[in-house]
């Protein structure tokens, strides 16, 4: 972590303030920045302006979205000014952060779509009575050339690919669109329009981020501090939370689902998951680490309260409470869940009174297609009535199929009718 103490007159309160809302960063430049401001704000009676821009590319959030918006909530309980900036002007141009080729573009009407759904999810962590609500749209969709030009000129090409997704596709002749190149630049003006004192962000957005300090600068305002959050590791312990990858937790997922995807994390990922996603204290976070440590506590007993945190804060304690009953029945006392699908056994799989297994899951809607069955039978991630299949060539007997229970993975339950 960065950012250093840059006086000793500093008063207490506001170190301790310092130290909490550095906690779960990875960056805070330029180093010493944010305490000074902090300290500046406490004496001038100023809250900061922490500005937060999010372009609205798709209609859900997952938890890896929400560390960032933890952090808002955060300055926000301390009085703070929360700044969300939906993106729907720039979420036209398209983000080029980690991106080896151009970004597809979203039609107006998909990013307002969009816009509508994530403020709504936002508002499970943000006070939004109290957020400043805006959208670039305001003032990028009104942007004369002139003004273009004299954004542009705030930024050098060789400044630009220094940037490591550009330098990289610029190496191996990837093409990079002007487009692109305006993206940095429009963020950047956010911050102009917005008079921001702080941004936040995540670790892939740092070039965009440092890319306002100049450009404030450029138009006459003191230049923004950053704090950058760390990109959460998805449940499969090794990419970075993706619908893409498949391995993310949705926030409007439904109680038990999100449960038991908490609950198929590493245990690798369970002290870094407290600290980023549940708002918990340092004290609170040291605490559970020296517990795991000692033995004291088990993983498996960590795990299910962190699972319990989570969908209490995204949906309630009775629905937390629910969903640990279920996963309990289900998984330690190896039981079925007590509502489940039951659907009538599909005719078109029916050949001469058998079932090839790959064929129902396919029409069962427990597999994409034929083949990702046949995987998931011969991984052993299939039972039916109980007892697992490993055999992908298997034909079943409908007779034996109907009342019968087919599992796929961990959490997936329909019954034959």
């Not at 929360?82 to 597809?104: E, F, M, N, Q, W």
């Not at 990028?140 to 997704?165: I, K, N, W, Y």
């Amino acid at each position: 972590m960065k950012g250093g103490n840059t006086s000793e007159t500093i008063p207490s309160a506001v170190r301790e303030e310092y130290e909490d809302l550095l906690l779960g960063s990875v960056d805070a430049l330029p180093e010493g920045e944010l305490l000074r401001q902090l300290a500046q704000a406490r004496a001038q009676q100023r809250p900061l302006r922490v500005k937060l821009g999010v372009d609205p590319t798709a209609p859900d959030i997952h938890l890896g979205h929400t560390v960032v918006l933890r952090k808002l909530a955060q300055f926000q309980s301390y009085g703070h000014t929360a700044v969300l900036i939906i993106g729907d002007y720039t979420g036209k141009v398209g983000d080029p952060s980690g991106r080896s080729k151009t970004r597809p573009s979203l039609s107006d009407e998909e990013l307002q779509a969009n816009a509508v759904t994530y403020v709504e999810q936002a508002a499970k962590l943000l006070d939004m009575e109290k957020v400043e609500l805006i959208r670039n749209s305001d003032w990028l969709g009104s942007l004369g050339m002139d003004e273009v030009l004299r954004l542009s000129a705030t930024v050098t090409v060789a400044r630009m690919l220094e940037r490591d997704d550009f330098s990289k596709r610029y190496r191996t002749n990837e093409p990079i669109s002007m487009l692109e190149f305006m993206y940095p630049l429009l963020q950047g003006y956010d911050s102009v329009a917005v008079k921001a004192d702080l941004e936040l962000g995540g670790t892939d957005q740092k070039f965009n981020l440092l890319m306002g300090r100049p450009i404030m600068e450029a138009y006459g305002l003191p230049a923004q501090s950053i704090l950058t959050v760390p990109l959460l590791v998805g449940t499969d312990g090794e990419q970075k939370m993706s619908k893409s990858y498949g391995n993310y937790v949705g926030v409007n997922d439904p109680p038990e689902e999100m449960f038991g995807k908490i609950m198929s994390i590493p245990d690798s990922l369970m002290l870094v998951y407290w600290s980023l996603l549940t708002g918990a204290k340092r004290q609170e976070i040291d605490d559970i680490g020296r517990r795991l440590s000692s033995g004291e506590y088990h993983p498996a007993a960590a795990k299910r309260d962190l699972a319990e945190r989570l969908v209490t804060l995204y949906c309630s304690e009775d629905a937390a409470r629910d969903a640990r009953a279920q996963f309990d029945r289900v998984f330690r006392q190896k039981d079925n869940p007590e509502e489940m699908q039951s659907v009538s056994l599909p005719q078109e799989v029916v050949q001469a009174g058998k079932v090839w297994l790959p064929r129902l899951l396919t029409a069962l809607g427990l597999a994409r297609s034929n083949g990702e069955a046949k995987r998931l039978i011969e991984q052993g991630g299939v039972k039916v009535g109980g007892a697992p299949v490993t055999d992908s060539g298997a034909e079943l007997e409908t007779d034996a199929l109907r009342g019968s229970v087919v599992q796929v993975g961990k959490r997936r339950f329909v019954r034959i009718d």
